[in-house]
């Protein structure tokens, strides 16, 4: 009885060192706690749960009070990467619920990914299946994913030429009838709500803080509003991708 009070008391232990080693972007730390807590006997979901993902949530706070700015977030994404690469396979095993199945890239004729990237970083951190749809994404990729489950479809465009392929999606996503089936959201540094609303897209965001809490918001309504949400429930988390480094 006393080994398991002691192995409850380590295992919160590390957790709040996780925790604090995410929102200070130190890697090392991250792996340490997380295979501390692995072996205090912690089970990876609650690892994910207790200490990953209200750590991401509060460098989202950290970014929009101003006190953390994109390098932090990159830097705090990247060490909360570590520490879920470790957990991967555990989670898979698992089949840990997921957040919520969503779809990102920047639509046809626009590269730029720094955005976007970014955003898939946090969103993974808060619990999220993300499937990265990369650049230069056409229209079929993105209703090809809608059509394989995605419940959230975000496209990405930075220059004013780009812009209308989002549009495109929406009135394609319409034809192949998934319209009502997905929540849109759009995002880029010449974006507005104003735009979005003219688009039809369901929400616009301006920077990853903010995606991530208007992708809940949007999943909220449509969990209310569908019910093939209980199909969705369950998703395999090995499909989050790898880490990668970005410049």
Do not use: W
């Not at 319409?174 to 974006?191: H, I, N, P, S, Y």
Request: proline share 3%.
């Amino acid at each position: 009885m006393v080994k398991k009070s002691e192995h409850l008391l380590q295992g919160t232990i590390e957790l709040e060192k996780l925790y604090h080693a995410v929102v200070n972007g130190d890697n090392q730390i991250v792996e340490i706690a997380v295979r501390a807590a692995l072996s205090a006997g912690v089970p990876a979901g609650q690892i994910l749960s207790d200490a990953l993902i209200p750590a991401m949530t509060e460098v989202g706070h950290l970014f929009e009070a101003h006190e953390y700015y994109v390098p932090e977030i990159m830097i705090s994404a990247e060490a909360m990467q570590a520490g879920l690469s470790i957990l991967r396979p555990m989670l898979a095993a698992t089949s840990v619920r997921s957040a919520g199945r969503i779809a990102l890239g920047s639509v046809e004729g626009d590269i730029h990914d720094i955005g976007k990237n970014l955003v898939i970083m946090m969103l993974e951190g808060s619990g999220f299946d993300v499937t990265d749809l990369g650049v230069d994404v056409c229209q079929s990729k993105f209703v090809q994913a809608a059509r394989g489950g995605a419940q959230v479809i975000g496209m990405s465009a930075m220059l004013p030429t780009t812009m209308p392929r989002m549009k495109l999606v929406i009135d394609a996503l319409k034809a192949e009838g998934l319209r009502e089936r997905v929540q849109v959201m759009v995002g880029g540094a010449l974006l507005t709500q104003e735009y979005a609303d003219l688009i039809e897209a369901d929400g616009y965001a301006s920077d990853a803080s903010m995606a991530v809490r208007k992708i809940k918001k949007l999943l909220s309504e449509l969990s209310g509003t569908e019910s093939r949400s209980e199909s969705t429930d369950r998703t395999n988390l090995s499909r989050i991708p790898a880490p990668q480094r970005y410049l």
